[in-house]
């Protein structure tokens, strides 16, 4: 299985910020990784796939990249909003792993 | 725009079974390949099986192989998870999910709300 680690574990930030978070893979994974949003109580949001490409209707503030172990989300100009809990996923193969989170909260 | 509702979440014992249900709207379940997602209170993502569109293939996380069933109807445009020999660490919310990509998953792009199993 591949293990997927994120740092920080938290951050704390203010708004118009930028935050970078990290994630790396137990093993090469290519270009196939996801990073999702999550808010309390709610389900998740992809913002990413294939390590780099904006997801349909996600602003452009938050950019990704990374190949192969090493991988990074930024978001730039924080908003209230962005305020959550961020996990990047592998798809590279099964079982599909998550990071255990990055928790984004006020400063 | 799809919509997915999961139901079936409920209190059981250890041991026990049970079936979760995702309802889908808004897309040709058929298309899509699908997944079931947990996450325990207070704690992250644990992705819990994948089916594909056809229905040809599975596949399951460790922690739940040979105990959960993962299956898809398309006619009823619905996505379910039987689960058997159920444990205190299975409690969670779970989440289906349906997968894009061309001919391998890229992400997971449509959510439920989840369903919450409780195991004690």
């Known amino acids: 299985d591949i293990q997927m680690t994120q740092s920080p574990s938290s951050v704390s930030a203010s708004v118009g910020d930028i935050v970078t978070i990290t994630c790396r893979a137990g093993?090469?994974?290519?270009?196939?990784l996801a990073w999702y949003q999550q808010k309390p109580g709610r389900a998740p949001k992809i913002l990413i796939y294939?390590?780099?490409r904006l997801q349909s209707g996600v602003p452009s503030r938050f950019s990704a990249s990374g190949s192969g172990t090493d991988f990074t989300l930024t978001i730039n100009s924080l908003r209230p909003d962005d305020f959550a809990t961020y996990y990047c996923?592998?798809?590279?193969?099964?079982?599909?792993?998550f990071g255990p989170g990055t928790t984004l909260d006020f400063k | 725009e799809a919509q997915l509702v999961e139901s079936g979440g409920t209190l059981v014992q250890p041991g026990g079974s049970l079936r979760l249900s995702c309802a889908v709207s808004?897309?040709?379940?058929?298309?899509?390949?699908m997944n079931w997602v947990r996450q325990a209170p207070g704690k992250g993502l644990e992705w819990v099986a994948y089916?594909?569109?056809?229905?040809?293939?599975?596949y399951y996380a460790p922690s739940v192989r040979g105990r959960f069933t993962i299956s898809k109807d398309d006619a009823k445009s619905s996505l379910h998870l039987q689960m058997n020999s159920l444990r205190d660490d299975d409690s969670a919310v779970y989440y289906c999910?349906?997968?894009?990509?061309?001919?391998?998953?890229?992400?997971?792009?449509?959510w439920g709300r989840g369903t919450l199993v409780t195991v004690s």
């Open positions: 999910a349906t997968s894009f990509g061309g001919s391998w998953p890229e992400g997971f792009d449509f």
């Open positions: 808004g897309l040709t379940v058929s298309s899509y390949s």
């Open positions: 089916i594909t569109s056809r229905s040809d293939l599975t």
């Open positions: 093993q090469g994974i290519a270009d196939w």
């Open positions: 294939r390590a780099s």
């Open positions: 996923q592998q798809v590279h193969s099964f079982p599909f792993t």
